[in-house]
């Protein structure tokens, strides 16, 4: 990666930890997830993952959705499973 592609990712990150941005542009929302551009592409346009074109053309992403999209499917640790309230259903 050239010096120029590099500074210029280490900007986008920046913004992003400022948390000014409320809308993150397609090369944003990879950085952000780290998913790829191919697998963010595909998650598009098979509307697995929410986003917006509000031209038809440039993909951008709300960071709320987006933030609950990856937080989706929770799984509860181990401790999480020896509570009382799970114990209680355990027993109806």
Request: glycine share 6%; with cysteine.
């Amino acid at each position: 990666m050239d010096k120029f592609k590099l500074e210029e990712k280490l900007d986008r990150i920046e913004n992003l930890l400022l948390g000014v941005k409320k809308v993150l542009t397609f090369d944003e929302a990879c950085d952000y997830t780290g998913i790829s551009k191919n697998y963010l592409y595909k998650l598009t346009a098979s509307g697995a993952i929410p986003h917006s074109k509000p031209n038809g053309k440039r993909i951008f992403f709300d960071i709320h959705k987006l933030n609950s999209w990856l937080l989706q499917n929770e799984r509860g640790t181990k401790e999480d499973l020896n509570t009382p309230v799970v114990d209680q259903l355990l027993d109806q």
